[in-house]
């Protein structure tokens, strides 16, 4: 007689809960990373503190050394966090056939992601540029590797929202809206420009309000700057 592949019962308790266990795990590792942009938004790198982190969470910094090496690895994985947010946020931003309007449409994205992610902008963007490296040229062993990825238009490690921001200019070029030249470097112009604002609306120098409000401003002189 053969014999059946079907769990016993008395196997299946268990298997419920490892389930539960691994469910719970996966809850409270959502958790720190929660707590850890917070605290990040609050005291920056410098004052970053896994005893604060932990005490958000309601547990030992222990109980955080079990999901994470250090705070360079805790904050990396929240970087990342940010970038799967953040490429969703701009990919949907990037659907007009006309190149003026997508510039317009990824521009107004990376501002309202900015200023409504600030501790993850900020992690991703101002503070700690080396947790910006590794997503824009993978694990590339050199300076030299870094810097030729960064020049390479075509790498499968640049941040999503770069390759569609220079596929929008090279598609203006081509259609003879824009003025021909390099598309990466009229590109990085945009990123600037947007960036700054962003980076203003998240200082004490200028409120998210009145950044929005010059937004369309800043985004029309941007891309007439292109026109020929």
Not at 3 to 19: A, G, L, Q, V, Y
Request: glycine share 8%; proline share 4%; no cysteine.
């Amino acid at each position: 007689m053969g014999t059946s592949s079907t769990p016993s019962r008395s196997t299946r308790p268990r298997e419920k809960s490892r389930s539960r266990d691994n469910a719970e795990k996966q809850e409270l590792r959502a958790s720190i990373l929660r707590a850890a942009s917070e605290e990040f938004l609050g005291h920056g790198y410098e004052g970053f503190s896994l005893r604060r982190v932990a005490e958000r969470v309601g547990y030992t910094p222990t109980t955080i050394y079990l999901y994470f090496r250090d705070k360079d690895e805790l904050l990396f994985e929240t970087a990342r966090d940010g970038f799967v947010a953040f490429d969703a946020t701009i990919q949907a931003a990037a659907t007009q056939s006309d190149p003026r309007e997508r510039l317009r449409a990824l521009g107004r994205a990376y501002f309202e992601f900015g200023v409504n992610n600030a501790a993850h902008y900020r992690l991703m963007f101002m503070q700690r540029a080396d947790f910006l490296l590794p997503r824009l040229v993978g694990t590339a062993a050199s300076e030299e590797l870094h810097a030729a990825a960064l020049l390479d238009p075509d790498s499968a490690h640049r941040v999503i929202a770069q390759d569609l921001l220079v596929g929008a200019v090279r598609d203006g070029i081509e259609a003879g809206l824009f003025r021909a030249g390099e598309p990466i470097a009229k590109a990085d112009a945009l990123w600037a420009g947007i960036h700054g604002l962003t980076a203003l609306a998240l200082s004490p120098l200028m409120s998210p309000e009145h950044a929005r409000s010059v937004a369309d401003e800043l985004l029309d002189t941007l891309i007439r700057g292109l026109e020929p």
